[in-house]
Nanobody, 126 residues
């Protein structure tokens, strides 16, 4: 059974850091992309960062470039999202998702990702 399990969310103050983790299990085929998505309260889910599974290339939403870093440990089937200098607008639920589309990593559209975790909440507040 396919499963994506996120962890690492929490309550932090502006300027602080968090590291999110996502463990993927149960996949019988290699997915093309894995990514992190952010859903702020009352807003649509948006792509934050993705990794192309074939070549390891990473993609980032403009607003997180220079602050967030996505990485992977293929031996552990785990991806990470290091979030530094967090801002109140980073508040929301962060989801991990996988896609079997070769264009998903670059396009970062949530509609192109088939499997989703249940999310981990992040709150950035004074």
């Amino acid at each position: 059974q396919v499963r994506l399990a996120e962890s690492g969310g929490g309550l932090v103050q502006p300027g602080e850091s968090l590291r999110l983790s996502c463990v993927a299990s149960g996949f019988t085929l290699d997915y093309d992309a894995i990514g992190w998505f952010h859903q702020a309260p009352g807003k649509e889910r948006e792509g934050v960062s993705t990794i192309n599974s074939r070549d390891g290339a990473t993609n980032y939403k403009d607003s997180v470039k220079g602050r967030f870093t996505m990485s992977r440990d293929t031996a552990k089937n785990t991806v990470y999202l290091q979030m530094n200098n967090l801002k109140p607008e980073d508040t929301g639920v962060y989801y991990c998702a996988t896609s079997f589309s070769p264009w998903a990593a670059e396009m970062m559209r949530h509609s192109m990702f088939e499997y989703w975790g249940s999310g981990t909440p992040v709150t950035v507040s004074e």
